[in-house]
């Protein structure tokens, strides 16, 4: 399975954009990005997922690298509510493989 | 619909006894997740079932652990002779497999603590 790599953790102030990095140099042509975050004391939630090109939606954007080895999740204006665990996740199409493979992903902090 | 539920919420348990979680998805979602967390890392996968179908169990299950979900609906996951170290958050997850994608939606977890 193709792995990630993320910072431990970082820190946002209110209200400010905040770009979380994820490094997968070994991703194959056919790997979707996920991002799923998880706050405390709750199950993962989706946040957005790509495959090559980059992806906005009504919670953040992914702007994905042209070789594809790298991604970033932008959160446009970080709010207290944000503060979570961001995971960066691959997996190939859902009809051949379901499971999500987490690492140990990026402890968001925001201060007001 | 509320989204993916599971009961209970919290489990304290003796080891060497055995433990049942359920797990409620989203009606209609085909396909149904276990993953275990412990604290400080992410989730790791154990089971998941394409309708009632088991399609795929992961190392972590071991004998010990067994899933079910008997009519394509809810799920249990049943763990007996507990362990000190099955104390963790078991998560269940369900999605609806359309095309290539395949969002998974997560339930709150139950916190299984064994003394």
């Known amino acids: 399975d193709a792995k990630t790599t993320q910072p431990n953790s970082m820190e946002s102030n209110e209200e400010e954009p905040v770009h979380l990095p994820c490094n997968h140099s070994?991703?194959?042509?056919?790997?979707?990005i996920h991002w799923y975050r998880q706050l405390p004391s709750q199950g993962p939630e989706y946040v957005i997922h790509?495959?090559?090109s980059n992806v906005n939606n009504r919670m953040a954007s992914l702007a994905i690298a042209e070789d594809r080895k790298s991604s970033t999740l932008i959160l446009h204006r970080a709010t207290l509510r944000d503060a979570a665990v961001y995971y960066c996740i691959l997996s190939p199409p859902g009809g051949s493989q379901g499971n999500l493979i987490f690492g140990k992903g990026t402890k968001l902090s925001v201060k007001p | 619909d509320t989204g993916v539920s599971q009961n209970p919420r919290h489990k304290i348990t003796k080891r060497g006894q055995n433990v049942t979680f359920r797990c409620d998805p989203i009606?209609?979602?085909?396909?149904l997740y276990w993953y275990r967390q412990t604290l400080g890392q992410g989730p790791e996968f154990l089971t998941y079932f394409q309708n009632e179908a088991q399609l795929e169990k992961s190392r972590l299950l071991s004998d010990r652990f067994s899933a079910e979900r008997p009519k394509g609906s809810f799920s249990t996951l049943e763990i007996q002779r507990t362990e000190q170290g099955d104390s963790a958050m078991y998560l269940c997850a369900s999605s609806l497999l359309q095309g290539a994608y395949n969002e998974q939606f997560f339930g709150p977890g139950t916190r299984l603590t064994v003394l």
């Open positions: 790509g495959l090559t």
């Open positions: 070994t991703i194959s042509g056919t790997d979707y």
């Open positions: 009606s209609e979602h085909n396909r």
